[in-house]
């Protein structure tokens, strides 16, 4: 079924389009949901939220540009939603900036490079998952969905300072605990 054929389906309420397009973007929007959530629940939950949302906007999409980035971005929102009503507590994040005696046990760059080549997809998911709801959703939202500073600061209700701080953070965070899982795997 094309994807116009499937997206008229869909608007006519039939059951077998409306699961053809779940199941045709289910493994790609599940990717993007684990990349906010925290375990594999809390993706579901997001994914479930943004498929319906998906299926109460399709009248709006405009035939103009990607399908699949339109349902992705209804996706992505629905997450950082989600993460907005239910972590409130947690997306608040200090804005203090690292300074270069904040940075603990510098390492060989060369070495970062080495262990970090041999990691795997879901060794990078995890570690992306174990990050604090705050940088985690900055990291994703700047660095995976291309979105500039000041569109996060509007998006999460925090200042653009808080938003760069939060991706330096996460990247450093990210970086030692990769090289250290690789460190110790290779021990």
Same mark, same amino acid.
């Given at each position: 079924?094309?994807?116009?054929?499937?997206?008229?389906?869909c608007l006519r309420q039939d059951r077998t389009c409306q699961e053809a397009l779940y199941k045709r973007f289910y493994g790609k929007m599940m990717g993007v949901c684990l990349r906010?959530?925290?375990?594999?629940?809390?993706?579901?939950?997001?994914?479930?939220?943004?498929?319906?949302?998906v299926f109460?906007?399709?009248?709006?999409?405009?035939?103009k540009g990607s399908f699949e980035g339109w349902i992705r971005?209804?996706? =992505?929102?629905?997450? =950082?939603d989600h993460l907005r009503k239910n972590k409130q507590a947690y997306m608040i994040v200090s804005t203090v900036h690292f300074r270069d005696?904040?940075?603990?046990?510098? =390492?060989?760059?060369?070495?970062?490079?080495?262990a970090l080549a041999?990691? %795997?997809e879901e060794d990078i998911l995890r570690a992306v998952?174990?990050? %604090?709801?705050?940088?985690?959703?900055?990291?994703?939202?700047?660095?995976?969905?291309?979105?500039s500073h000041k569109e996060i600061a509007e998006q999460l209700n925090i200042s653009e300072g808080t938003s760069k701080s939060n991706l330096a953070k996460a990247r450093f965070q990210l970086k030692k605990n990769l090289i250290s899982k690789t460190k110790i795997a290779n021990e």
């Open positions: 079924m094309t994807e116009n054929e499937l997206i008229a389906g906010y959530a925290r375990d594999r629940d809390e993706a579901r939950d997001m994914l479930q939220d943004g498929f319906i949302k109460a906007a399709l009248r709006n999409f405009g035939g971005r209804i996706v =992505v929102n629905t997450a =950082v005696g904040d940075l603990p046990d510098a =390492v060989d760059e060369d070495e970062d490079e080495n041999n990691l %795997s998952q174990n990050l %604090s709801p705050a940088y985690r959703t900055v990291f994703n939202l700047y660095v995976i969905e291309n979105f």
